[in-house]
């Protein structure tokens, strides 16, 4: 099934759940010559050219600020439902054409949803570029959406969370949890949206959506590859340059208020196996503080080293502790997301070994919290973690679709374009009692959700 592919919110998803993605700001590296380049468009559509002329491919992207976070009570998951209907053809493509066009030129296309927004891509040979803008620019103007074609792909869309859902018992977990943590906010919605509203939409849904969302003005295309803004801005002008400005939704401001005490969300679900622990604690992302307002926004990159340090799944101190020394878990691990258009959350994940209780795992949490906080940040440590964020931002270089992925997050979330490689020098300015203030911060119980999963009361 294709949308398997397509969503980015299963990646969003594994990384919460504690795979140990932890993001790092990417940039354009100016000591091997990189730049970004950019234009815009008089109907507002704005352009970055990431030139690599490495190879003699580019990569086609349009990003448009509407994710999950946008959509109104009701109709959750509706971005990514659109993002599907995006394949039901114009009227010059039939339903599902544009991928077999893609493929036929041997090229490759995906599109994914998040919370922020959603993207269409593709990658292709440098002389089939102008084949792609004529495809996607023809799609952000002039989708068919009929209900013949929307009814059987909600009915994709419902299997779809099926079985990455409402199957498996961690990710019901994992659902529940995240919404008793931001209750009020649209974070606390997931991606693909609730059953009951997928369940319930209508095609003019799907169509207001569109409407609403879809426009030059709210979108960002990312061109990268053997390509430079010189050479793109005809082509982009030529097959965007005609679309017509549309009135827009302002992003709103959501926040969700602090609760002042330790949240608990406790379960029993007869499939499980294996017990899993997760505390999230509430943090400030780049962009938006705790509760609203961008106060503290300036802690995000300690954040990232606190992750990396702290949280790392192989190297942290959380899995030297707990896997390793004390032998009570099999797998430990925090994750931070500073790159978001809300507030961010620090995720500590640990999965116990069999017969360890849920209430040891937090104890040793506790503990380790409080150690860590006490003694401070091993110079080794922090010297290995900001080499470690380095040496990733250099890999990530090495692949297009990875460049243009954190640049694209970074731009959906309210990042741009000049302050995107600034989190080099922050990285360099940051001392090891940065890491440890922010420590002492954000690692605070009162603005917690604590998640326990457990196949029977004996393992809480
Ligand atoms: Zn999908």
């Not at 919110?9 to 000591?31: D, S, T, Y």
């Amino acid at each position: 099934m294709r949308c398997i592919l397509k969503c980015k919110f299963l990646i969003i998803l594994l990384a919460l759940v504690g795979v140990g993605l932890v993001w790092i700001f990417w940039c354009n590296n100016k000591e091997d010559g990189r730049k970004l380049e950019t234009f815009s468009l008089s109907n507002g559509m704005n352009v970055v050219v990431m030139p690599d002329h490495r190879s003699p491919v580019v990569l086609h992207s349009v990003w448009y600020k509407a994710g999950s976070v946008d959509e109104p009570t009701g109709k959750t998951g509706i971005a990514h439902m659109l993002e599907h209907m995006m394949f039901k053809g114009t009227k010059k493509i039939k339903p599902g054409e544009i991928s077999e066009i893609v493929a036929r030129n041997g090229g490759q296309d995906n599109a994914f949803t998040s919370r922020d927004y959603t993207a269409y891509y593709q990658k292709v040979a440098k002389d089939k570029l102008p084949l792609m803008m004529e495809l996607e620019s023809d799609r952000i103007a002039n989708l068919t959406l009929a209900d013949k074609d929307f009814q059987p792909e909600r009915d994709v869309v419902l299997e779809e969370r099926r079985q990455r859902t409402d199957v498996k018992p961690i990710n019901r977990f994992f659902e529940k949890l995240v919404h008793t943590h931001y209750p009020n906010h649209p974070y606390g919605n997931p991606i693909i949206g609730w059953r009951e509203d997928i369940e319930n939409y209508k095609l003019q849904d799907t169509l207001d959506w569109y409407g609403q969302h879809y426009a030059p003005n709210n979108a960002t295309m990312i061109l990268a590859g053997d390509i430079t803004a010189k050479e793109a801005k005809p082509l982009v002008e030529k097959y965007y340059g005609s679309l017509e400005v549309k009135p827009t939704p302002e992003r709103g401001n959501y926040t969700e208020a602090l609760r002042g005490e330790p949240v608990v969300l406790k379960h029993i679900d007869k499939e499980v196996q294996v017990p899993v622990f997760y505390r999230l604690y509430r943090a400030p992302s780049a962009f938006q503080n705790i509760g609203g307002g961008v106060e503290h926004t300036e802690d995000a990159m300690a954040l990232v080293m606190l992750a990396e340090i702290f949280g790392n799944s192989e190297t942290g101190i959380l899995y030297e502790a707990l896997v390793k020394d004390q032998q009570i878990a099999d797998a430990a691990n925090a994750d931070y997301d500073a790159v978001s258009l809300g507030e961010g959350s620090i995720d500590i994940f640990i999965q116990p070994k069999p017969d360890v209780k849920l209430s040891t795992i937090d104890t040793a949490v506790a503990k380790q919290i409080e150690t860590f906080i006490a003694n401070g940040v091993d110079a080794d440590d922090f010297a290995r973690a900001k080499t470690s964020l380095l040496a990733d931002d250099v890999y990530a270089q090495d692949d297009i679709f990875h460049s243009v992925y954190r640049l694209g997050l970074w731009l959906m979330a309210g990042g741009d374009v000049k302050t995107y490689d600034d989190w080099k020098q922050e990285l360099t300015d940051l001392t090891p009692a940065d890491v440890i203030t922010v420590a002492k911060r954000y690692f605070d119980v009162n603005r917690s959700t604590t998640g326990l999963l457990a196949g029977n009361e004996a393992q809480f």
